[in-house]
């Protein structure tokens, strides 16, 4: 059984949701952005996406677009990332792990090496953001047969008609963007989202998360209530930035608030069924 599948499967027998936290591979710069990945299971993260930097993340707003900067500025790179995770496993082999990014890297890496390289670090999906469902078989075949689920984007502008050819061939979870826009913008209604998440839920047995626009405990708690899993990334990216000079110094208690900020999240999703 996948660790995303158990994860789920653990989480519904105890009625909740699952709080998964988003960080950038690499920001500030490698081993902050390591202790900091580290720490989230341990502050409340059922399940972690590590961006995989990129000069040119379309579908992300000022704050992750950033992160991906100082990332790749402070020397990340692909091998790098999955270096992050071979880390990450050495001391976690138990919460699922979710690579998040665009398909530039992954076809320069090689997509082959890369699904093999993935599978060994302990990666447990994918969301390639600009990979159309139609367009993806290069990538989803390989990922499948090394274990890797290919995790499908959902908005609010997939009707009936164009949700059977997001479903078809995902797997591991639904990831619902709950605005239309890029990240860190403004937040769907608790209602619009709840909608969604049932129309989503008649075409598939997948677990649904929900992110884009959460940033509050409570904004999590909302979602939780709804959807099988609630997903902050710009929030805690923020701090990052707020924690990160100009010239890559970093200040001393960035990790500690990284981690009590998302252990504050994690205690809102966990709160969002009671």
């Known amino acids: 059984m996948s660790r995303l599948k158990a994860c789920f499967d653990a989480l519904r027998a105890e009625n909740r949701a699952a709080f998964i936290a988003y960080i950038q591979g690499g920001d500030p710069n490698h081993d902050v952005s390591l202790e900091i990945f580290k720490g989230l299971a341990g502050a409340g993260a059922d399940i972690i996406e590590l961006g995989m930097p990129f000069t040119d993340p379309a579908a992300d707003g000022p704050a992750i677009d950033k992160a991906a900067q100082r990332a790749l500025k402070a020397g990340a790179t692909m091998k790098r990332t999955l270096q992050m995770v071979r880390d990450f496993r050495a001391g976690n082999n138990t919460t699922p792990l979710v690579l998040m990014g665009y398909f530039n890297p992954v076809y320069a890496y090689g997509i082959d090496t890369f699904c093999t390289d993935a599978a060994a670090a302990g990666v447990d999906g994918l969301i390639v953001v600009d990979l159309p469902p139609e367009e993806d078989e290069e990538l989803r075949l390989p990922a499948n047969a090394a274990g890797i689920d290919i995790i499908r984007l959902a908005t609010p502008t997939s009707d009936d008609k164009r949700l059977p050819a997001i479903i078809d061939g995902a797997s591991g979870f639904v990831y619902y963007v709950a605005v239309a826009g890029v990240t860190g913008g403004k937040s769907a209604t608790a209602d619009d989202i709840g ?41 805690i990216v923020d701090l990052i930035a707020a924690a990160t000079g100009e010239d890559g110094s970093v200040k001393a208690s960035l990790v500690r608030e990284v981690l009590d900020f998302s252990q504050k999240l994690s205690d809102g999703v966990r709160r969002g069924r009671d």
Do not use: M, N, Q
């Not at 677990?207 to 609630?230: H, K, L, Q, S």
């Open 195 to 235: 909608d969604a998440v049932k129309r989503i839920k008649g075409h598939t047995d997948l677990p649904v998360a929900v992110g884009f626009g959460i940033r509050t405990p409570e904004a999590a708690a909302a979602v939780a209530a709804r959807a099988d899993a609630a997903v902050v990334g710009s929030a």
